[in-house]
């Protein structure tokens, strides 16, 4: 069954041109991963620097495989490391 992965992120204006090359690598891996079906990134409006990554995965197991990759962890511990905090995952499935 697919799952949908959120992500919320809160991007301090001075960091944000530094973060876009990390978001892209993260992405440009993303996409080629067996289970990845799609990824799309929202900016909140009425918060400027908040965003919301959302992606769909075929099953859980895909998901997870992504999350384990070495070169996954390299990519998210930078975008950590830039932005002083742990990403955290929402993860949800269809009803």
Known sequence: MAVKIIIKRIV?????EALKPLLQ?????AIQQPGYISGETFKRIDRPGESL????????????????????IGAQEKIDHLLGEKTEYEIYTFD
Not at 53 to 72: F, G, I, K, P
């Open 12 to 16: 301090p204006q001075n960091k944000a």
């Open 25 to 29: 690598k993260l992405r440009n891996l």
């Open 53 to 72: 990554v959302v992606s769909t995965w075929q099953t859980m197991d895909d998901w997870r495989a992504w999350v384990l990759r070495n070169e996954r």
